[in-house]
């Protein structure tokens, strides 16, 4: 089972030395960066706040090397929100101080000591049962899970009043732990997967040892789940994972009893699911009940080999470059990606990238190639994300990737959890820069007659000039296109003044972006290159100065009279 990787956060070059020592402590993990202030790390933020927020938001285990009183003060309008609190570590950017501030059932102090191990320090461990017995009784290892919370603070607090415990069960972890054993203790750590009713005197920790295997779907999966638990006698607490056959895989009861239960979904070929099973749990104890099979190991279990998981593709989109207009969704969904296929230009515009993510380059002609191989990946199991930039619906890979699986028959790639997750598209990035010259009804056109004949993009372009829409243009521009651009324009001429407006952005949101404002008449193709947007803009685009820079252009909401009269003649 994988944590999530924690991010080490800095705010300037002054612990940068300490944050790359930590960084070879914890493999995978990336250092951010404060925009201006550093600039060899992995990721550059914009502003402190928000960034060490999304982080706590998103579970990521946060290593700052500032005062712990800035972590805190930054995060303290988050706290009461939540349950589950990831590690949050301040650590001194001398790396002199290692402080664990929240996240103890999270594994803090155990970062916070690996940490400090590495440094040459010791870590400021502050929860007294740790320092006591040298381990978090409460936080039970991988694939233990706790019985119950309050009961067991309590129980802690006894054993830390003196009272001596006996150990029931298989807890291989706390052979180090420094607890006074005694057989004949009141206190007893219990730790199985029977079901057992709660008492003061026990705490109670379940080896995720159960697996469940679904044939029959009913209607309240989780409801009927607890059912068969109950009747094995066996505790909820102790499910490792469900399994099902292969052709369940799309089965939204499944995920939902999956989801209800909180635990991992695991699948396998309709003909091998009983020698998965043995394969996972050996000679286990096994229970049926209305389609539902209940099997205990005698250890816990790792679902990671246990059948596979239902495979993922998502399309992305990165909008125009820059990290801060990328969606939230699309940076989660890069973090959990196994493979990352795209035009190479792109796939490193979504980076960095951990050591475990396989990229996939390719060149940009090669859309249905990659769609395919995007399935094929994913069929057997994996995450995959295929990236465009701007919006993947523009222009770009989600058509591609659909038509992929249209025109496919494999139910493995029907099966896959597709998803398509939008991004901030050039025409809106550039348009939002130059204030909001697609403020009223416009159209959305490629140049490129790659993909369709020259003859329609002229009557489209025709159309659309004549109906007063404004427009964005994308590929205006290329060396093996290199009098289309100068055709489209003289189209447009013939229905909109030389005065019109028109924006033209290159390369917006990534490094050395330029935009220019200009007009119909002034504007000649040399201008434009492929990584332009043009947006030209219709009969009631505006242009007024404003108070530094390029002036604002705009399209009005509502034909005013006024504006009326000037349409008028375009649209006759
Ligand atoms: N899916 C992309 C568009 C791909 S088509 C999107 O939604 O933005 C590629 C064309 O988009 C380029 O030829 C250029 O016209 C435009 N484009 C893409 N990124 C751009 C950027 N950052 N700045 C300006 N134009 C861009």
């Known amino acids: 089972m994988t944590h999530p990787v924690p991010a080490i956060v800095i ?25 201006g202030r550093v600039e060899d790390v992995d990721v550059i933020y914009h502003e402190f706040g928000s ?123 706390l052979a180090q732990a420094q607890l006074l054993q005694d057989r004949q203790a009141h206190l007893a ?12 005197n026990e705490l109670l920790i379940y080896p995720k040892s159960v697996l469940v295997l679904v044939s029959a779907e009913t209607a309240d999966l989780a409801d009927a789940i607890r059912q068969a638990l109950q009747q094995a006698k066996i505790a909820v607490q102790s499910l490792a994972c469900l399994l099902a056959s292969d052709q369940q895989m ?10 209800e239960l909180g635990v991992p979904l695991r699948f ?81 515009m979504a980076g960095p990238f951990r050591a475990d993510q396989i990229l996939h380059c390719t060149d940009n002609r090669e859309e249905m190639q990659r769609a395919r191989h995007a399935f094929e990946l994913a069929a057997q199991g994996r995450c995959v994300v295929v990236v465009s930039s701007g919006d993947p619906g523009v222009f770009a890979m989600a058509a591609a990737v659909l038509e992929a699986l249209h025109e496919s028959s494999d139910p493995a790639w029907h099966n ?26 416009f159209c959305v056109l490629s140049l490129s007659d790659n993909l369709k004949p020259w003859a329609i993009i002229e009557k489209r372009l025709d159309l659309a000039a004549q109906a007063d829409l404004a427009m964005a243009f994308y590929n205006p521009i290329s060396r093996s296109r290199p009098w289309q651009l100068g055709r489209a324009l003289e189209i447009v001429a013939q229905h909109r003044t030389p005065e019109t407006p028109v924006v033209l952005g290159r390369d917006i949101g990534r490094p050395g972006q330029t935009l220019r404002v200009t007009t119909l008449g002034q504007l000649t193709p040399d201008q434009v290159d492929m990584r332009t947007m043009v947006l030209i803009g219709s009969s009631t685009t505006r242009v007024f100065p404003r108070a530094e820079g390029l002036p604002w252009v705009y399209t009005p909401r509502s034909y005013g009279d006024q504006l009326l009269d000037i349409a008028k003649p375009m649209i006759d």
């Open 268 to 348: 396998s070929a309709a003909g091998s699911v009983s020698d998965t099973i043995s394969g996972a749990v050996g000679a286990a104890t096994v229970h049926s009940h209305n389609g539902i099979t209940v099997a205990v190991a005698e250890h816990p279990l790792d679902p990671l080999l246990i059948g596979r998981p239902r495979g993922r593709l998502a399309v992305i989109g990165l909008g125009p470059g820059a990290a801060d207009l990328m969606v939230p969704a699309v940076k989660a969904e890069l973090a959990r990606a196994n493979d990352v296929l795209g035009y190479e230009t792109y796939v490193r």
């Open 250 to 259: 799309a089965s939204q009861a499944l995920r939902d009893a999956a989801d």
């Open 51 to 173: 960034t060490l927020r999304e982080l706590y938001q998103q579970n990521t285990p946060i290593i700052a090397l500032c005062a712990a009183g800035i972590v805190i003060r930054t995060l303290a309008p988050l706290l009461l929100e939540k349950g589950a609190e990831p590690p949050v570590l301040a650590v001194a950017e001398d790396g002199s101080a290692v402080v664990p501030l929240l996240g103890g059932l999270g594994g803090v102090n155990v970062l916070a000591r690996d940490i400090a191990q590495g440094l040459g320090v010791a870590a400021a461990i502050t929860t007294s049962g740790e320092l006591r017995f040298g381990t978090c009784l409460l936080n039970p290892p991988e694939g233990y899970s706790l019985g119950d919370l309050e009961l067991g603070k309590r129980f802690v607090s006894d054993l830390l009043g003196g009272e001596p415990v006996r150990i029931e069960g298989d807890a291989p972890w």
């Open 189 to 200: 750590i219990h730790i199985g997967s029977a079901e057992r009713e709660p008492v003061a």
């Open 11 to 35: 705010l300037g070059d002054g612990s940068l030395a300490t944050a790359r020592d930590i960084q070879r402590l914890l493999p995978g993990a990336l250092i951010h960066g404060l925009s």
């Open 416 to 441: 896959v959890d597709l998803e398509i997750l939008p991004g901030v598209s050039a025409s809106l990035a550039t348009a939002a820069q130059a204030g909001a010259p697609l403020g009223h009804d």
